[in-house]
């Protein structure tokens, strides 16, 4: 059985694609992971033992955070993408177009972890519309966010318009 997933950062300018199995998913709360991902922890995937990974357009731009590892983000809009270790890749999980079915199974870097992370999926929840002040505001929203899904040509012809 081989699979396909495709995925790309916020503005677009960056796409890829990998066949094959996906390795371990997880999140790492180690201090690094939290400032590559402006995050409380970075959520990856492996795709070590992927038959192949294509970037399908554009290039990743590379941050070297240590003398072992690098960090693959879109230079135009700064989405993280990649941990890049000498035993191989890891994609965020959030960048690829369905990220649904990819479940982290282990947390790393533990000792890193903020004293409120897991607190968080606790949190009173509120669904977007539900602030009816600023129904308005969204409603004047057009997104320039590449869709879940490759494009032939990104930004469209004619530019990005409300649909
Ligand atoms: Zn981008
Ligand atoms: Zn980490």
Redesign the pocket.
């Known amino acids: 059985m081989t699979s396909e997933r495709s995925g790309g950062c916020q503005c677009g300018a960056v796409r890829f694609r990998v066949w094959g199995q996906l390795g371990h998913a997880s999140v790492?709360h180690?201090r690094?992971?939290q400032k590559a991902f402006g995050g409380f922890y970075?959520p990856l995937v492996s795709v070590r033992e992927a038959d192949s990974v294509e970037w399908t357009r554009g290039e990743r731009a590379i941050f070297r955070s240590s003398n072992a590892v690098s960090r693959g983000f879109c230079s135009a809009c700064g989405t993280p993408l990649t941990y890049e270790a000498p035993d191989g890749m890891a994609i965020a999980i959030g960048a690829f177009d369905d990220p649904s079915g990819i479940v982290p199974i282990v947390a790393?870097?533990v000792e890193g972890k903020l004293p409120y992370a897991d607190a968080v999926p606790g949190l009173p929840e509120r669904k977007t519309e539900e602030d009816f002040a600023a129904l308005e505001f969204l409603a004047s929203i057009v997104t320039f966010q590449h869709p879940d899904h490759d494009t032939e040509t990104w930004p469209p012809e004619g530019g990005l318009s409300k649909e």
Do not use: P
């Open positions: 790492c180690c690094m992971c970075a790393y870097g």
